[in-house]
Nanobody, 120 residues
Framework: QVQLVESGGGLVQPGGSLRLSCAASGSIFSIYDMGWYRQAPGKQRDLVAR???????NYADTVKGRFTISRDNAKNTVYLQMNSLKPEDTAVYYCTADLQTTTGHRNHYWGQGTQVTVSS
């Protein structure tokens, strides 16, 4: 089995910062792209940021210049540094990983989600 476990969510005031972490564990052979999505109430789940094994990144236009995605391949962990947070960033944030297990299966995995609330 494979697990993605997020941490770091919470309540923050507008203009504040949060850092999300997501650690992948289990029967992992190799991890390819990792990323973060978010879903606000009543809305679809949208890509926030993605990072390749080599460190190439892409971001949603709404977070460019404010959010930074990074990863530690040795720890199978991806991070999302969120600065200058706005109320519209409020959502459940989900970690994702495209990975291959030790049994040879390649699939797309999701974490359980962590709530981020930006409010005064």
């Amino acid at each position: 089995q494979v697990q993605l476990v997020e941490s770091g969510g919470g309540l923050v005031q507008p203009g504040g910062s949060l850092r999300l972490s997501c650690a992948a564990s289990g029967s992992i052979f190799s991890i390819y792209d990792m990323g973060w999505y978010r879903q606000a109430p009543g809305k679809q789940r949208d890509l926030v940021a993605r990072i390749t094994t080599g460190g190439s990144t892409n971001y949603a236009d709404t977070v460019k210049g404010r959010f930074t995605i990074s990863r530690d391949n040795a720890k199978n962990t991806v991070y999302l540094q969120m600065n200058s947070l706005k109320p519209e960033d409020t959502a459940v944030y989900y970690c994702t990983a495209d990975l291959q297990t030790t049994t040879g299966h390649r699939n797309h995995y999701w974490g359980q989600g962590t709530q981020v609330t930006v409010s005064s």
